[in-house]
C-alpha cells in the first residue's frame, strides 16, 4: 500500500511538470507563487497634521508598472506601536547644537512605552553608542552630550550610517533614524557619492527610515555653499528613498529644532505596516530590490513611503511573528549575538562574540 502511495505521489508530480496537469488544478499557494511584502507607509495631511482615518481601499500601490493588491493596511498603533528611535549625532564641531540639546532631550522624553530610543554618535565614519535602545527615555535623555568637536577630514557620515544598519537586530518593530549631520561626504567629495546610493539601498533592504535635520558643521575644510547644496541634496535622497522627511532650515543650522520634532513625532504617531503579494525574486535567497510608489487619490492625505523594498521574505527574529516586538531584554540577546555587547559604547561589530559571553 505504501508503495503505491509513494508511486502515485511521483506519478503525479511528473504530470505536473510534464504540463498534463494544468496550472489550475495545482494547489492555489503554488499556483499563485506570490510572498508578501511589508513596508511602513506614513499618512499625514499637507500641514503635518493626523488625516482622517485612512482604509486600505484609500491605498493604491505600483510595483515599477503593475499595480498589486494591499492585503494589509495595520495601524502601528496599540500592540503594533512598537518603535526603535536611533538618534544619531554627527560628532564633528558644531557650534549651535548645544542650543538644542535640550530640545531634543524634551523629545526623547516625551516618547511612549512602546518607544525605545537610542543615542549615536558618528565619527570617523564608525558609530559609537551613548545608549543603546532603552524604553527608559529618562535615561536614554541623559547620555546627550555636545559633538566632541573632532573630526576626520576624510570621514563619511554614510559610512557610519551603514555601520548601524548592517549591525540592527530585525525585531519586528519599526526601525527608524533622526540624524543631525550637514550630508556632505567628506570621505568622496563628490556630488554623487556612491555612498549615499549604498546608504538607500541598505535602509531599503533593512526597511529602516532614515528622517534628518540638517546641521551646518563648523571648521570643515572646504565648506562652502556648493558643501551645503551637495549635502541638502543628499539629505533629501536617503529621506526620500527609505520613505522618511528631511528637515531644513536654508544652508545654516535651525536656530530650533522644536517645529522640526514636533512634525516627526506626529509623523511615529501616523504610520501603517502596509502589505502586498509580489512574485518571488529569481535571483533566490539573495533577493532584489524592486521599485514602488504608494498613493491614494484622496485630497486630505499625503502618502509617504520608501521608493523601492526588498524582494525576499523578511527572516523573522527569533520564534516573534513579523509585527510582534521583543522585550529589551531579548533585544540585548541579539545585540549581544552580534558583537554590540551593552557594556561597551562601541558599535563596533565582530562575527563572534566572545567577548560578549555569546557563542558564535
Known amino acids: 500500500m505504501r508503495k503505491f502511495l509513494a508511486g502515485g505521489v511521483s506519478a503525479i508530480f511528473l504530470l505536473v511538470l510534464l504540463g498534463v496537469i494544468p496550472v489550475q488544478a495545482r494547489p492555489q499557494s503554488e499556483a499563485a507563487g506570490t510572498i508578501p511584502v511589508t513596508t511602513v507607509v506614513t499618512a499625514l495631511d499637507s500641514k503635518f497634521t493626523a488625516p482622517p482615518a485612512v482604509s486600505k481601499d484609500d491605498v493604491n500601490l505600483h510595483e515599477g508598472k503593475v499595480r498589486r493588491d494591499v492585503?494589509?493596511?495595520?495601524?502601528?498603533?496599540?500592540?503594533?506601536?512598537g518603535l526603535q528611535l536611533a538618534i544619531v549625532i554627527d560628532d564633528s564641531p558644531q557650534k549651535s547644537f548645544g542650543n538644542q540639546l535640550q530640545e531634543l532631550s524634551a523629545f526623547i522624553t516625551a516618547q511612549p512605552k512602546s518607544t525605545s530610543v537610542g543615542v549615536f554618535y558618528a565619527a570617523n565614519g564608525t558609530i559609537q553608542a551613548a545608549s543603546q535602545f532603552n524604553p527608559d527615555s529618562e535615561a536614554v535623555a541623559k547620555t546627550l552630550r555636545m559633538p566632541a568637536g573632532t573630526y576626520g577630514a576624510a570621514s563619511s557620515i554614510y559610512q557610519s550610517l551603514m555601520q548601524l544598519i548592517a549591525g540592527w537586530p530585525v525585531t519586528g518593530t519599526r526601525r527608524e533614524v533622526l540624524l543631525f549631520s550637514d550630508g556632505f561626504d567628506y570621505l568622496r567629495k563628490e556630488r554623487f557619492s556612491p555612498d549615499v546610493r549604498s546608504t538607500i539601498d541598505k535602509a531599503q533592504q533593512a526597511g529602516t527610515l532614515i528622517h534628518a535635520i540638517y546641521e551646518s558643521t563648523a571648521g570643515r575644510p572646504g565648506r562652502s555653499r556648493r558643501v551645503s547644496n551637495i549635502g541638502h541634496g543628499n539629505l533629501n535622497r536617503i529621506c526620500d528613498g527609505s520613505g522618511g522627511?528631511?528637515?531644513?532650515?536654508?544652508?545654516?543650522?535651525?536656530?530650533?529644532?522644536?517645529?522640526?520634532?514636533?512634525?516627526?513625532?506626529?509623523?511615529?504617531?501616523?504610520?501603517y505596516f502596509l502589505t502586498f503579494a509580489t512574485n518571488p525574486s529569481k535571483n533566490g535567497g539573495?533577493?532584489?530590490?524592486?521599485?514602488?510608489?504608494?498613493?491614494t487619490?484622496?485630497?486630505d492625505v499625503e502618502l509617504k513611503a520608501r521608493t523601492s523594498v526588498h524582494?525576499?521574505?523578511?527572516?523573522?527574529?527569533?520564534?516573534?511573528?513579523?509585527?510582534?516586538?521583543?522585550?529589551?531584554?531579548?533585544?540585548?540577546?541579539?545585540l549581544g549575538a552580534l558583537g554590540l555587547c551593552r557594556s561597551t559604547t562601541s558599535f563596533a561589530f565582530a562575527r563572534k562574540a566572545e567577548s560578549c559571553g555569546h557563542p558564535d
Request: hydrophobic residues 25%; proline residues 4%; aromatic residues 10%.
Open 245 to 271: 522627511y528631511a528637515f531644513f532650515s536654508g544652508d545654516r543650522s535651525p536656530i530650533s529644532i522644536d517645529p522640526y520634532v514636533n512634525q516627526l513625532g506626529m509623523a511615529l504617531k501616523n504610520q
Open 71 to 81: 492585503t494589509n493596511w495595520i495601524p502601528a498603533q496599540g500592540d503594533r506601536a
Open 311 to 334: 524582494s525576499r521574505r523578511r527572516k523573522k527574529a527569533g520564534r516573534s511573528s513579523d509585527f510582534q516586538s521583543l522585550t529589551d531584554s531579548h533585544c540585548g540577546q541579539y
Open 297 to 299: 487619490e484622496r485630497r
Open 286 to 295: 539573495k533577493g532584489e530590490l524592486r521599485s514602488i510608489k504608494v498613493t
